[in-house]
């Protein structure tokens, strides 16, 4: 990403004649209230600083209301430094990865869904059901699973999340067919997730993720570990924590690693299950 593209008409940047590329499938962002959903997928629209030179990186808004709703969180963003917790209603907000490269002189594209699950992050409370979430979950190529782990009652919190998310994932997913069935003998989940530990910036000495997270998680850490077959933790800030520096603005780190490895993982998965 070179700069930042426009959010304000919520169009999808089109394709050249030239570009050659498939739709991948989806990525699903799901996380508790405040885990920073928002504020990862608005400083998607900046350059991270990790990015990876050989490839161009961009998201652009999928529609009209997730381009507002972007546009409002970097104006936010950039007027008192932090988005506050998500308010709206209207869910999901879709968005489009896409990755831009060369292959034997030919430019390619290939794009990737994203789905801002549930931007309120209520969907693990009981009165706030909604199948039509979960048969979206049960379609997906991926997970981008945000956790916050700044939070005094993290454990209790993400342990409740994720048991009765967890449960209906599988429930949805069984309901498919043999062949697009997500889940392995024993019931875990096979597409792929990357657990983002967000607000890292708070945790300048965290070390190893995965030891942080099974210190901040406690038994929800345990509970990722036996319902997901495959999964990576990352650590990330889409705040960021260096005000004075890149001209006395914060920037970005750790939100492209969990992104790439997200779709590097999804083509590897075997063809007899992938949904698409």
């Not at 945000?146 to 998310?165: E, R």
């Amino acid at each position: 990403m070179r700069g930042a593209p426009s959010v304000n008409n919520g169009a999808v940047i089109a394709l050249s004649d030239s570009d050659e590329g498939d739709v991948r499938g989806s990525i699903v962002f799901w996380g508790a209230p405040a885990s920073g959903k928002t504020t990862f997928i608005a400083r998607m629209f900046l350059r991270p600083d990790d990015a990876d030179e050989s490839d161009e990186w961009q998201v652009t808004a999928g529609d009209a209301d997730s381009a507002d709703y972007v546009a409002n969180a970097l104006k936010e963003i950039e007027r008192t430094g932090t988005v506050r917790p998500t308010q709206v209603t209207n869910r999901p907000f879709r968005f489009l990865l896409q990755r831009r490269y060369r292959r034997l002189l030919l430019r390619r594209t290939d794009e990737w869904e994203i789905v801002v699950l549930d931007p309120k992050g209520e969907i693990f409370l009981p009165d706030r059901f909604d199948p039509s979430l979960y048969k979206l979950a049960a379609d997906a190529t991926g997970f981008a699973l945000m956790v916050d782990p700044s939070k005094d009652d993290a454990q209790d919190q993400h342990w409740d999340m994720l048991l009765g998310n967890i449960h209906w994932f599988a429930r949805e997913m069984r309901k498919r067919s043999p062949s697009r069935r997500a889940l392995d003998q024993h019931n875990r989940i096979r597409i792929p997730v990357a657990v983002c530990l967000t607000k890292m910036d708070l945790f300048p000495d965290h070390g190893d993720p995965g030891a942080f997270m099974r210190e901040r998680l406690g038994p929800a850490h345990e509970l990722i570990k036996s319902s997901f077959l495959n999964y990576r933790i990352f650590a990330c800030s889409a705040l960021g924590a260096s005000p004075g520096l890149h001209g006395g603005e914060s920037r970005p780190w750790g939100l492209l690693p969990p992104l790439r490895w997200l779709t590097e993982a999804a083509r590897s998965r075997p063809l007899s299950w992938r949904p698409w």
